[in-house]
């Protein structure tokens, strides 16, 4: 599968092949560590990390990456930077993508990344937007296939914001096959450009892609149920708000209860206990929100090594 030198923008960048590609890759890197086995691609590659948000996960999950497939990784904060003394994007871009062989960006703003892709020589990777997070999601088709053992004909449940996280679950759901209900308080749904790229998607794969307000109603054939925080980074002035129209949204025993006995909950992380999801759930048997978060480090590798 060539995606040498692509960017990776959107899950939408990626044909169903290349996606399934990526997550078959995500596993076959997680087994080679586990044997012990060394697979270095990126000698005397180096990978720029640019993060203007704050993150445990992506960035640490990409910073070892790089490392354990040979390259070195260099870390950079906007303030560190020209730009935040009004260096345009696109001077920045110029220049870095002429030192590095990949620039791996988390930001507020699609926008940003797409201006920075156009003129920066070296690949782009989008490790979180306002709009979208497919690395994420790369890594979490590979948890779903790894628990259930196939990806296709599964139900996913989305319980709470239609957030960035959601919108490529959209894509990623409608190009693998993967039948998702998303359901979210009355004025929180998806953008909706993603869910109709995702049904989309969808006639072809064959998967079901559909809005369902009642939770309750949701979960009732869910294989997965998948939730995240109500309060993205940056939305900290809507949180009271945020937290009132969600009532009702919590993955807690109760909900989880109107579920499949053999049900799966997920969470990308980090999780705020007894608001999003209850503490119960989180560390109770169903969840495998620990070995999805373990999984983002393997995903991640998937990507350099196939775009590197």
């Known amino acids: 599968m060539n995606l040498k030198g692509r960017d990776l923008l959107s899950i939408a960048d990626l044909s169903r092949e290349e996606l399934l590609f990526l997550v078959e890759e995500t596993g076959r890197l997680k087994d080679l560590q586990r044997r012990g086995e060394f697979f270095r691609p990126l000698k005397n590659r180096v990978v720029g990390l640019l993060f203007e948000k704050p993150s445990t996960r992506t960035r640490c999950g990409f910073q070892t990456a790089v490392y354990q497939l040979g390259g070195e990784a260099v870390y950079m904060r906007p303030e560190e930077l020209q730009a935040s003394r009004g260096e345009p994007v696109k001077d920045t871009a110029r220049v870095l993508g002429s030192y590095l062989d990949c620039i791996v960006i988390r930001t507020y703003s699609q926008g940003y990344l797409e201006e920075f892709a156009r003129y920066s020589d070296a690949p782009v990777v989008n490790a979180l937007s306002d709009q979208e997070h497919p690395t994420q999601v790369i890594s979490d088709l590979y948890t779903m296939l790894e628990a259930k053992g196939r990806l296709e004909g599964l139900n996913l449940t989305w319980i709470g914001d239609g957030n960035n996280v959601c919108n490529s679950l959209l894509l990623a759901c409608g190009l693998a096959g993967v039948n998702l209900k998303v359901s979210c308080p009355e004025g929180y749904d998806p953008d909706r450009r993603f869910v109709e790229k995702a049904l989309n998607f969808a006639k072809e794969s064959g998967a079901e892609i559909e809005l369902v307000r009642d939770p309750r109603e949701a979960v009732a054939d869910a294989d997965f149920v998948y939730t995240d925080t109500w309060i993205s ?69 998937a990507v350099l090594a196939s775009i590197l």
């Open 233 to 301: 980074i940056g939305q900290e002035k809507e949180a009271e708000a945020k937290i009132k129209a969600f009532k009702g949204y919590q993955v807690n025993d109760e909900l989880l209860a109107l579920a499949k006995d053999d049900t799966l909950v997920m969470h990308c992380l980090p999780a705020y206990r007894g608001k999003e999801i209850t503490d119960s759930v989180l560390e109770g048997e169903r969840s495998i929100a620990w070995e999805q978060s373990k999984n983002k480090l393997h995903g991640a590798k």
